[in-house]
């Protein structure tokens, strides 16, 4: 029986989260939930204390509600991330944060008056970043990246600049990432080792996440 994750306190970020225009619109984006619920599913069975903060998802899980934060807009996710940054042992960054939100929300339903408009967007904070920035040496974090062109280079550059222990990289492609069931991947660790996985459920792919995670601990240990 694998011990290694009994106990550590494991962030999982999961889902879309919705950028405000007024009250009854939003920016957001077609992340469904399922590849971070996974992971923390599967890292509560194998006794991991995990808090999960999610964007608006509707997904049927076994992960205790109790332990999910639920959170709309990307500010609200890092405030509810930023708590538990000095206490976590891991950090795993599911979630597709809206990289921009409106500069202004309007309080009330915004009219059609004008023939043309604009809406001004400001940068969100990136979350997996800023851990980046004060994790400490036994604190382990995982990234996604989706990539439509120079995957891995990209992938490359978002696992040094986000100070990530690995990177799972998703596909656009058909039957895999948003919506899906299904999940092809591949993973780049800070030593720059390659992985390459098969079309799998993304319960399978969770587990095979999980296990990459698992050895970046184990490497603390030798
Ligand atoms: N991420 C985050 N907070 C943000 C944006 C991204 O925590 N505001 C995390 C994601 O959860 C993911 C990783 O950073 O684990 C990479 O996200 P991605 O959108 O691929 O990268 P960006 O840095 O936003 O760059 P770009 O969208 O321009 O490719
Ligand atoms: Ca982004």
Do not use: W
Not at 19 to 41: Q, T
Not at 55 to 79: D, E, R, T, W
Not at 119 to 124: A, C
Not at 206 to 215: E, F, P, S, V, Y
């Amino acid at each position: 029986m694998e011990t290694i994750f009994k106990n550590k306190k494991i962030l999982i970020t999961a889902g879309p989260t919705r950028e405000y225009i007024d009250p009854v619109r939003f920016i957001s984006n077609e992340s469904s939930g399922k590849m971070g619920y996974s992971i923390a599913e599967t890292l509560h069975h194998l006794g991991a204390d995990v808090i999960l903060v999610s964007g608006p998802v509707s997904i049927k899980s076994s992960f205790p509600a109790h332990k999910i934060i639920q959170v709309l807009s990307g500010s609200q996710m890092f405030k509810a991330c930023q708590e538990y940054f000095e206490t976590i042992d891991g950090a795993v960054f599911c979630a597709a944060v809206a990289d921009y939100t409106p500069k202004i929300t309007s309080e009330i339903k915004i009219k059609k008056i004008e023939e043309e408009t604009n809406l001004e967007l400001i940068k969100n904070a990136d979350i997996a970043f800023e851990f980046g920035k004060v994790k400490q040496p036994h604190q382990k974090s995982v990234g996604f990246a989706l990539e439509t062109n120079n995957i891995n280079e990209n992938a490359i550059a978002k696992l040094k600049k986000k100070n990530f222990d690995l990177i799972v990289i998703n596909s656009p492609n058909v039957n895999e990432g948003f919506g899906y069931d299904t999940n092809k991947i591949s993973i780049i660790t800070k030593n720059l080792s390659f992985h390459a996985f098969e079309l799998k459920s993304k319960k399978e792919v969770a587990t095979d996440i999980i296990n990459q995670l698992k050895n970046s601990f184990k490497l603390d240990e030798k």
